[in-house]
């Protein structure tokens, strides 16, 4: 069995901490970063069809 040490357990919580302050941003953030994917898919939309779909 494997067992973590104590900097090992360390790294993991704080590791899970970073990734809530990312969901958290992300979700505060959610209408903008659907509006930039939304308008970045219009360009490339557009340019397939400008220059084709090669």
Do not use: Y
């Amino acid at each position: 069995m494997n067992v973590l040490t104590p900097s090992q357990t360390a790294q993991v919580s704080g590791g899970s901490a970073t990734l809530l302050k990312v969901a958290a941003f992300l979700w505060s953030n959610r209408e903008s970063l659907a509006n930039i994917a939304s308008e970045a898919a219009l360009e490339m939309a557009d340019r397939n069809a400008e220059c084709g779909d090669h």
